[in-house]
């Protein structure tokens, strides 16, 4: 057979299905809750965000630890274009890495200002969307704005 001869079609597969996300629901409800809900390590106390039902570290099991919401910029790159589910905020959407306050790790988030840059080390606040579907379903301000 020639590849003149292979019969090709495009279709389209459209699946609906329930994703559950097991032992980091906790996460999720947080979200839902307003609320960043790492985990703690029993073991080696280290915490993780976004929550890891078993540390990574020591493999022991890590327990709920909501945090305060509140965190520090890392790293940051403003964005030329506003995110789509972002737009209704008004203002500049940074892609930033925020170091929440009593986590251990860092977590990759939006921020939303209303400045032209964003310094690191600012100091940022979460904000959450109004339905959660995502890990990144939520974003941070920086201290001040609302
Ligand atoms: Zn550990």
Redesign the pocket.
């Known amino acids: 057979m020639s590849e003149f001869e292979i019969f090709e079609v495009e279709l389209e597969d459209v699946y609906r299905y329930r994703l559950s996300y097991g032992g980091q629901s906790a996460y999720f409800h947080g979200l839902q809750n307003k609320t960043l809900v790492a985990s703690r390590?029993s073991?080696?106390g280290?915490v993780w965000l976004p929550l890891r039902p078993i540390?990574s570290?020591?493999y022991?099991p890590a327990h709920e630890y909501p945090l305060d919401g509140k965190g520090e910029v890392l790293t940051v790159v403003m964005l030329p274009e506003t995110p789509e589910h972002l737009k209704h905020l008004g203002g500049r959407v940074a892609s930033a890495l925020v170091r929440p306050d009593g986590a251990d790790t860092c977590i990759k988030a939006f921020v939303v200002t209303d400045t032209e840059e964003l310094a690191y080390g600012t100091r940022v606040d979460a904000r959450y969307l109004s339905e959660i579907r995502t890990i990144g379903d939520f974003y941070f301000v920086p201290d001040g704005r609302t």
């Open positions: 390590c073991g080696c280290f540390c570290k020591c022991e």
